[in-house]
């Protein structure tokens, strides 16, 4: 079992463990202050329910990372290698298993939090190149001075500056907000803005037949789905197909259709405009165009917006603040579809407040994830309350569920219980890698 982490010695806490009750309890009430105080200014229609909860803002988050210290005793990462129940094909790459990398920070106040590093085959490095930027920078969390979370932060991004190592900087990202989280004993949905502990996810329909489309789709009927994300690309009229089967089966669901850069825009338009023959109409087309092909992709959204009904979302071509900026300036989309993976969570923050003055739409979504991820993902969602659209189902296409405890699932609606931070974690000294 590969495992690539650093300790340092304990007897340097910044908070004795005698004083780290009274300090998580002076913590958790200037948290609470200052966060119940806002306003529902992040609340929209969105895919989360209801909520006994009042609606609140993240800047619980962002002050607790000017007034947190973080003394990182021990940081560790690990091969978090799970099967899938079948091999999956995304555009044109086909995944065989789940090969990420898994991070473990623990605070020298004895709090621990856990992350995870996406790997995707379509990136240029791999598992073993993960696992070696995340000893680097555990290294360097472990050696460290205590600095407040802020400053830890920052210090990250700077290791992982721009969209290479996105997701390195994600995981330990999430390690770290998990882990002060859970020093100050508050579940991270109530840290990220506290609007709701619940939300409804969509499911995927990989690439595939369309009688395993049917098959699929009937599945998730079964299981209380509403919304369903279909993978596309292929060629226009087997797409058509699969399209049928799932309306075949599962007849009042909605539909997402995710065409990663599949097509022209000239096909894409043909595929509007043949499923409003067949009077199966998609709400929302999601990539239509190659990501670099800004004219088509404004295009697509003109005719689906005007002519049919049709909001269009931009996924790959979302790389960086700088594209977002241009797609919302150009009127290019409705909505922007944000991964935890490719932005990280201060990414992720700062996206939201750009484009919820834009009036554009938001998307959260998951690609080859454990738990682990999407419990960020989906505690941060519910906590913002600002998600039109979730989909943060990848899980279910795992052969195996390596994540003891956190949040609850009951087909499509996620309940994010009231444990410290993320509420799940990884049994580290047993699991089998």
């Not at 097509?263 to 109409?281: D, M, P, R």
């Not at 454990?370 to 519910?382: D, E, I, K, S």
């Not at 906590?383 to 956190?406: E, H, K, M, T, W």
Request: aromatic residues 8%; charged residues 20%.
């Amino acid at each position: 079992m590969a495992s690539l982490g650093f300790c340092c010695p304990t007897n340097s806490f910044l908070f004795s463990r005698s004083s780290l009750v009274n300090h998580r309890s002076n913590l958790q009430t200037r948290f609470i202050v200052s966060s119940s105080t806002s306003s529902s200014e992040l609340v929209t229609q969105s895919a989360v329910s209801g909520s006994t909860e009042r609606p609140r803002t993240s800047l619980g988050l962002k002050n607790l990372t000017e007034i947190f210290w973080v003394d990182v005793h021990c940081a560790e990462g690990r091969p978090l290698n799970v099967g899938l129940q079948e091999p999956v094909t995304v555009g044109c790459s086909r995944l065989e298993k789940v090969e990420n990398v898994a991070v473990r920070v623990e605070l020298s106040n004895g709090c621990v939090g856990w992350g995870e590093v996406s790997v995707f085959p379509w990136v240029n490095w791999n598992q073993a190149t993960a696992l070696e930027e995340v000893r680097k920078a555990c290294e360097f969390l472990s050696q460290g001075s205590p600095v407040t979370l802020n400053l830890v932060l920052h210090q990250i991004s700077e290791m992982f500056p721009g969209s290479e190592f996105a997701s390195v900087r994600a995981g330990l990202e999430m390690a770290l907000v998990d882990a002060v989280a859970n020093s100050i004993d508050v579940p991270l949905w109530r840290l990220f803005g506290g609007v709701s502990n619940s939300l409804s996810t969509a499911a995927t329909i990989p690439t595939t037949s369309s009688a395993k489309a049917f098959d699929l789709a009937a599945k998730y009927y079964k299981l209380g789905f509403k919304t369903l994300e279909i993978k596309l690309g292929r060629n226009v009229n087997a797409d058509i197909e699969v399209l049928q089967a799932v309306r075949a089966a599962h007849p009042h669901c909605l539909f997402i259709l995710d065409a990663n850069e599949g097509y022209t825009s000239k096909e894409a338009i043909e595929v509007l405009h043949k499923l409003n023959e067949k009077g199966v109409i998609p709400t929302v087309f999601e990539q239509p165009v190659h990501r670099d092909d800004w004219r088509g992709l404004g295009d697509v959204s003109n005719v689906a917006r005007h002519k049919y009904g049709v909001s269009v979302a931009a996924d790959e071509s979302c790389r960086d603040l700088t594209d977002i900026k241009k797609l919302m300036e150009e009127n290019l989309v409705d909505v922007i579809n944000i991964k935890l993976s490719k932005f990280g969570v201060l990414g992720i923050l700062e996206i939201v407040e750009m484009v919820r003055k834009s009036g554009l739409e938001l998307m959260i979504d998951s690609v080859a994830e454990t738990r682990l991820a999407t419990g960020v993902a989906g505690h941060l969602a519910a906590g913002l309350g600002c998600f039109r659209y979730v989909n943060i189902s990848a899980p279910s296409l795992l052969s195996g569920d390596p994540v003891v405890g956190g949040y609850e699932v009951a087909g499509s609606k996620f309940k994010f219980v009231n444990s410290r931070g993320q509420g799940g974690f990884l049994k580290w000294d047993i699991f089998s890698w």
